[in-house]
């Protein structure tokens, strides 16, 4: 994942192919962030995951075993300002809309611009029909973000969350498991991608049942 858009892609349920987004005007465009767009439709069904490309192939945890009921949706170089833009266009029929997002602004935004970010993602999400769950920011061992930066930034969104209704998935078991991730230290390979699916579905467990 770097700081330039990379092109979108869609994830599909239970697959571990990518889809290539369809042509045509996006509001999913970055500030001075290249040319990739995003084109995602709504989808129909009980719970869906959408994020940056750490969730790439995430699916494989997280929909398996619920393959007709859950979906993931993969918009790798995202920044949460443009899931913000997106929420109407992504969030369809879900019961459940889990997001993971945020290692993109880390080295972009300052920690008040990061926290007014996700607070306007919460507004926004809130508004549509879905349970929501927000996840931790992952840990990065690429040497670029400092970890109490992450650290203080999950605590302060957990406590966002838990004032605003809103579930918060812990992802802290991933610090000191640099063993699931590639060589950059940034992006997850093909098991981290699996565990931290399965560390999302078991977070969000007690929305689906």
């Not at 509001?27 to 995003?38: A, H, Y």
């Not at 490309?53 to 949706?73: E, P, T, W």
């Not at 109407?88 to 611009?113: A, F, M, P, Y």
Request: with cysteine; charged share 30%; hydrophobic share 35%.
């Amino acid at each position: 994942m770097s700081d330039r858009i990379e092109e979108g892609a869609v994830v599909l349920p239970g697959s571990d192919s990518v889809a290539p987004p369809t042509a045509g005007a996006s509001d999913g465009s970055v500030e001075g962030g290249g040319e990739g767009l995003w084109e995602v439709e709504k989808v129909k069904g009980k719970c869906l995951l959408v994020g940056d490309s750490l969730v790439r192939f995430a699916d494989r945890g997280f929909s398996c075993g619920y393959k007709q009921k859950r979906m993931c949706a993969c918009l790798p170089g995202a920044r949460v300002e443009d899931i913000n833009k997106m929420v109407n266009r992504v969030v369809g029929d879900e019961e459940v809309v889990v997001v993971q997002i945020g290692t993109n602004n880390l080295r972009r935004d300052c920690q008040s611009v990061l926290r007014s970010r996700f607070r306007e993602l919460i507004c926004r999400l809130k508004s549509t029909r879905a349970k929501i769950a927000i996840c931790g920011i992952l840990p990065r061992f690429d040497g670029r973000v400092a970890g109490s930066t992450i650290r203080g930034h999950n605590r302060w969104l957990e406590l966002e969350c838990e004032g605003e209704g809103v579930k918060f998935v812990d992802l802290s078991s991933f610090w000191g498991r640099r063993d699931l991730y590639r060589k950059d230290g940034l992006h997850l390979h093909n098991e981290g991608a699996t565990v931290l699916g399965r560390l999302i579905s078991s977070g969000v467990e007690g929305f689906l049942n």
